[in-house]
């Protein structure tokens, strides 16, 4: 059964500073993997979803990163800004059914 | 605009009472799915549908209900046998005819128990 972790579970940072998330999974039969924003109350935001035959995605200031063998995936927030405060939770996809097993989440708080 | 509208916001359930959990999406989307959280934690799935008529259990289906009767509908039934159903319960989207696309989500339901 794949589990997925998330560590850490909070992080504060400066604002400006780089942001570093990490996801590591336990099975390494994925169909893809997918980043997601959530804010306090709210359901979940797509950032950006790599397919198994990809290393890596990039979106504006948003880089994820994904490599199969060692079970880690990172997604990195270039230069952080206030509003970038929110929960990021990570999630491996299986071809069957396109279920999403869920890590629980990293809590981003950038202070001004 | 396209999306996915899940109601109510806010729901109380009393002991012993079943309530339904309303999930809309005019996206033309094939397949849909039910996600609990749980404070601090991430999303388990609970049903899911790849087709009308048709739905899955996942992982947490137990005191859980469903129907697909309609392409645009995925309404979840939390019954009385949900011994903790106190959560927020997430609805989203995606199709299947290219795997691996981007899945959409509502904005959620509260579920509290009274």
């Known amino acids: 059964k794949q589990e997925v972790t998330q560590i850490p579970a909070a992080l504060s940072v400066p604002e400006g500073e780089n942001l570093v998330l990490n996801c590591s999974f336990t099975?390494?039969?994925?169909?893809?993997l997918q980043w997601f924003r959530q804010d306090p109350g709210k359901g979940l935001t797509s950032l950006l979803l790599i397919q198994s035959s990809q290393r890596e995605q990039t979106s504006g200031r948003l880089n994820a990163s994904l490599d199969k063998s060692s079970g880690r995936s990172t997604l990195y927030i270039a230069a952080s800004q206030p509003g970038d405060s929110a929960t990021y939770l990570c999630a491996c996809g299986k071809a069957a059914g396109n279920k999403l097993t869920f890590g629980g989440g990293t809590r981003v708080l950038v202070k001004p | 605009d396209g999306g996915i509208t899940q109601s109510p916001k806010y729901l109380f359930r009393k002991e012993g009472q079943n309530v339904t959990l309303s999930c809309e999406q005019n996206?033309?989307?094939?397949?849909m799915y039910w996600y609990r959280q749980d404070p601090g934690q991430g999303l388990r799935l609970i049903y899911y549908s790849q087709i009308v008529n048709d739905f899955q259990k996942g992982d947490i289906a137990e005191g859980y209900s469903v129907s697909r009767e309609k392409k645009e509908s995925f309404p979840l039934t939390v019954t009385s046998a949900q011994k903790n159903p106190t959560a927020f319960y997430l609805c989203?989207?995606?199709?299947?005819?290219?795997?691996?696309?981007?899945?959409?989500f509502g904005e959620g339901s509260w579920l509290t128990v009274v």
């Open positions: 996206l033309n989307h094939d397949a």
């Open positions: 099975d390494s039969a994925i169909y893809n």
């Open positions: 989203a989207s995606t199709t299947v005819v290219k795997l691996g696309n981007t899945i959409y």
